[in-house]
């Protein structure tokens, strides 16, 4: 979870850099489709079986919707409003935002020491949001966290080989997110040069099929509030890689904020990880 956070933060400075040689639906409709076509080949390769089923292929075709073309045209067009930082923060709200739909369609239950961190988590977004304002970055960038969980909770109904899944709901995703680019900014105006091609193959390849495949095979192994809890750390990494590479200034109340996510992060994760090593050590002995 660790290079998992790391990758999607590192993923916000990168695409803000990019976005300087490419329209954005273009941008975010390359990313999937390079994805996905990369995974698809790997899934190929290891002979994966292809998914089966209409109730299957419908929610691909679903977590495709939401996960890529409606996650991804938010989560790029919030970066075009607001800074590096204060997106990065807004677009990963998803351990707020999941609690409440994992204990009711999957029956996880939530401590009060739980709801506490999210409260605390969620205090820190706020004020790490807040000081870049309320206007159409900061609900784009709400609106891909939205969506991202909505993905997250679908794919756990997904029977299926999971590396097929990715690939698939990237490559139909991607390929609607081109079509509306196509409709919307036309033909792509795309500065080829070494810089765009190294960000979108880092961005398509660590920050969203490497990425993705290993969220993903957690999201089925774990608790979701436990799972979820790690992308705080995704803000984190954002704010600190912009302001080193792109010297973007954070207020005291966003240091504040960044504090306090840390903080909730810490609580959620360290108990299980201390039952998780105690039951380890009872096991050997």
Request: charged content about 10%; some cysteine.
């Amino acid at each position: 979870m660790l290079w998992i956070t790391f990758a999607w933060g590192s993923c916000f400075l990168a695409i803000s850099i990019g976005l300087k040689d490419a329209p954005l639906l273009w941008f975010a409709a390359l990313r999937a489709l390079i994805a996905g076509a990369v995974l698809l080949a790997v899934a190929v390769f290891r002979r994966e079986p292809t998914p089966r089923g209409a109730r299957t292929w419908a929610l691909i075709a679903v977590m495709g919707i939401v996960n890529v073309t409606l996650a991804f045209s938010a989560m790029f067009g919030g970066l075009a409003g607001l800074s590096t930082g204060a997106a990065s923060v807004l677009a990963n709200a998803q351990p707020l935002l999941i609690v409440l739909p994992a204990w009711w369609i999957y029956k996880e239950r939530v401590s009060a020491r739980t709801l506490a961190a999210m409260g605390t988590g969620f205090a820190g977004l706020l004020a790490v949001a807040l000081p870049s304002g309320t206007g159409t970055g900061a609900w784009l960038s709400i609106t891909a966290a939205l969506a991202v969980t909505a993905g997250t909770l679908i794919s756990r109904q997904v029977k299926a080989d999971v590396l097929q899944v990715i690939a698939w709901h990237f490559l139909i995703g991607g390929a609607i997110l081109a079509v509306i680019a196509v409709l919307t900014e036309g033909a792509p105006v795309i500065n080829w040069g070494v810089r765009f091609i190294g960000i979108l193959l880092y961005v398509s390849l660590v920050g969203t099929a490497a990425a993705f495949l290993g969220w993903f095979t957690e999201v089925r192994q774990c608790r979701l509030d436990a799972v979820t809890a790690w992308t705080f750390l995704v803000p984190v990494f954002g704010i600190l890689l912009s302001m080193v590479v792109l010297g973007e200034r954070q207020s005291s109340w966003s240091l504040v904020g960044m504090g306090l996510v840390i903080v909730s992060m810490v609580v959620l994760v360290l108990p299980r990880r201390r039952a998780a090593l105690q039951r380890r050590e009872n096991f050997r002995a």
